[in-house]
């Protein structure tokens, strides 16, 4: 997919969180902690892993625009046009590597499943809080580094959040199919 504009990333982003809500929305408790095996992660852990990361990422995309505007000319409320891209590349590479997330962003096993989608309902309201300001500004040049695919771009963080919830729904809807 190529990215052209920041609308289109929040409704790629937001597409993907509907389609996760509607596949654990109605769960009951014991059936979203249950785990294939012990090694595997339940409903429930992959819910907690994506919220936490949403919440880290809020913060640090929300550091990053506001240096990014104390660094710039502001717009006068007009949007800023930005550089297409694609992460078609980081795809890829994602269906051939297996990733271990860090222990900051490992479940903790003890929310439940119902105060996890409250969290991460918040934490999208969040960054859709920031829309005004990211269409504001030009983050092209404002990158951090990820762990695993170096410098990203802000526009590329916030359409990373979708990939990343995409690889996980296939995760969730394996899960819960077994």
């Given at each position: 997919m190529i990215y052209t504009s920041v609308p289109q990333i929040y409704e790629a982003i937001d597409e993907t969180r509907k389609r996760l809500y509607q596949t654990v929305e109605g769960l009951g408790e014991e059936q979203a902690h249950t785990r294939p095996d012990p090694n595997s992660w339940s409903a429930t852990d992959i819910i907690e892993h994506l919220t936490i990361m949403e919440e880290r990422l809020l913060r640090m995309m929300t550091m990053m625009l506001?240096?990014?505007?104390?660094?710039?000319?502001?717009a006068n409320g007009a949007t800023v046009e930005m550089e297409s891209f694609s992460l078609d590349k980081f795809i890829e590479r994602s269906r051939n590597e297996k990733y271990v997330a860090p222990e900051s962003v490992r479940p903790s096993r003890t929310e439940?499943?119902?105060?996890?989608?409250?969290?991460?309902?918040?934490?999208?309201?969040?960054?859709?809080?920031?829309?005004?300001?990211i269409e504001a500004t030009n983050l092209s040049l404002v990158t951090y580094p990820h762990p695993a695919?170096?410098?990203?771009?802000?526009?590329?963080?916030?359409?990373?959040?979708?990939?990343?919830?995409?690889?996980?729904?296939r995760q969730l809807e394996s899960v819960l199919s077994a």
């Open positions: 506001t240096k990014a505007e104390a660094a710039s000319t502001p439940t499943i119902t105060k996890l989608l409250a969290r991460m309902r918040q934490s999208r309201a969040g960054l859709h809080a920031l829309r005004p300001r695919f170096g410098p990203l771009n802000f526009y590329q963080w916030l359409a990373l959040i979708g990939l990343h919830e995409e690889r996980h729904l």
